[in-house]
């Protein structure tokens, strides 16, 4: 797979040559060889946009980034979204708000191609893997599930799903003492007890929700209902 570089070499050669081979004026906005200032800008925008899993010994993880060409970037396997932008042709800026706190968080493009991009901030080095993906219009329903919860007895429901996908979970009770938690093979995704979830997922297989009490000893049997959606 060639890197960003090895394709841009070509075109700034050939650019170069008719530039040479007449007197034609220079438009507004490019350089002296001829490139469009923001040319080298557009082509790295268009690599970084896609759906991002962080590699580990070859295999793809619920840990990455959905970079989309508007700016927005939803984080892999949590209910987090926020903005993104390059900043020169050699780093990528995100920003993002946590528990009604904003962050900013900036790494270094070590290099980059069209299914492989290695970023580098403060903790090291991170290999990343793009994965083919894409986002249907309308969501389908995986699974349903449907009950009564005791207190002292939490509910556990599974589902699989065979590739990467957009999930949307929605639990329905009258009890706001009641809310859903979500797992995958590593463990809790997410950050807060919830009652709608949704998030990109790019682990295929199993994953696990447990609807339980906020506070079992306030509990009471309630009634609830709960449903996976994809798209």
């Not at 042709?89 to 962050?103: E, G, M, P």
Request: hydrophobic fraction near 35%; charged fraction near 20%; proline fraction near 4%.
């Amino acid at each position: 797979m060639r890197n960003i570089g090895d394709w841009i070499v070509p075109v700034l050669f050939v650019v170069f040559i008719y530039s040479c081979s007449g007197d034609a004026k220079r438009p507004a906005g490019e350089s002296e060889t001829g490139v469009a200032v923001n040319d080298t800008t557009q082509i790295i925008h268009s690599f970084v946009c896609g759906l991002w899993s962080l590699d580990s010994q070859n295999i793809l993880n619920n840990e990455g980034y959905f970079f989309k060409p508007d700016g927005t970037v939803d984080f892999v396997a949590s209910e987090y979204q926020g903005n993104w932008e390059l900043v020169g042709t050699d780093s990528i800026k995100l920003k993002y708000a946590f528990f009604d706190s904003d962050y900013e968080q900036g790494f270094h493009i070590d290099s980059l191609s069209e299914a492989r991009m290695v970023l580098s901030d403060s903790d090291g080095t991170h290999l990343f893997r793009k994965v083919p993906f894409g986002i249907n219009t309308e969501e389908t329903v995986i699974s349903g599930y449907s009950g009564t919860l005791n207190p002292g007895f939490p509910k556990q429901y599974s589902f699989t799903i065979p590739s990467a996908k957009k999930l949307r979970i929605a639990l329905s009770t009258n009890s706001e003492n009641v809310k859903l938690k979500i797992y995958d093979s590593y463990g809790e995704l997410t950050s807060t007890p919830v009652k709608d979830w949704q998030s990109i997922m790019v682990r295929s297989g199993e994953y696990k929700i447990v609807v339980d009490y906020l506070d079992p000893t306030k509990g009471k049997p309630e009634e609830f209902s709960l449903k996976v959606f994809g798209n």
